[in-house]
């Protein structure tokens, strides 16, 4: 019954996102255009963050709908999930330019999925061998989100190329 309620909620607030998006769009589009110069085509930030939280929406059901996927695992991704969806658009909107913004993106748009995936495509015995290592890489994620956000919130701008440094060469 959670998992349902869960994934109506993801579902709903993506519905809502997109349905933004479109009054956003109709707005625009009515307004009267300028005559446009031949600029290069820059990407949305907002889309950005629509396809990395399209991804986490999607490891969320992933993570829920695997009978075998034991519950503490569920809730470390699942926090890890919230602290990328409350982290990301502040970094896109503060420091767009930054390296860890994009180490950020990178984690939420495809390492954590790529991660949760293989693990999950392990047989049983074969997630019983390597949980511990799983796990281990699901703390450090935890860990890598936990100190982005003290960093963000501290505004320690001195500590964005280190980190993003550290994410580089740890998770790429």
């Known amino acids: 019954m959670t998992v349902i309620i869960i994934a109506a909620v993801f579902i709903i607030a993506l519905i809502s996102f997109k349905i933004i998006r479109r009054m956003k769009a109709l707005k625009v589009s009515s307004s009267p255009r300028e005559p446009s110069s031949p600029t290069p085509e820059k990407k949305d930030p907002g889309a950005d963050f629509k396809e990395i939280l399209d991804t986490l929406i999607k490891l969320n059901l992933l993570i829920r709908t695997d009978r075998d996927f034991s519950m503490d695992l569920i809730l470390k991704i699942e926090s890890i999930i919230d602290d990328l969806k409350a982290l990301i658009p502040d970094m896109i909107t503060r420091y767009p330019g ?8 990178k984690i ?13 495509d392990l047989s049983l015995d074969s997630r019983q061998i390597q949980r511990q290592v799983f796990e281990k890489t ?5 860990d890598v989100c936990a100190r982005s956000r003290q960093i963000v919130d501290n505004n320690e ?16």
């Open 98 to 105: 930054e390296t860890l913004t994009y180490e950020l993106k």
């Open 108 to 120: 939420g748009a495809t390492h954590l999925f790529k991660t949760v995936k293989e693990y999950l």
């Open 138 to 142: 699901i703390e450090s994620l935890h």
């Open 157 to 172: 701008t001195a500590e964005f190329k280190t980190m993003a440094h550290f994410l580089e060469g740890k998770f790429s």
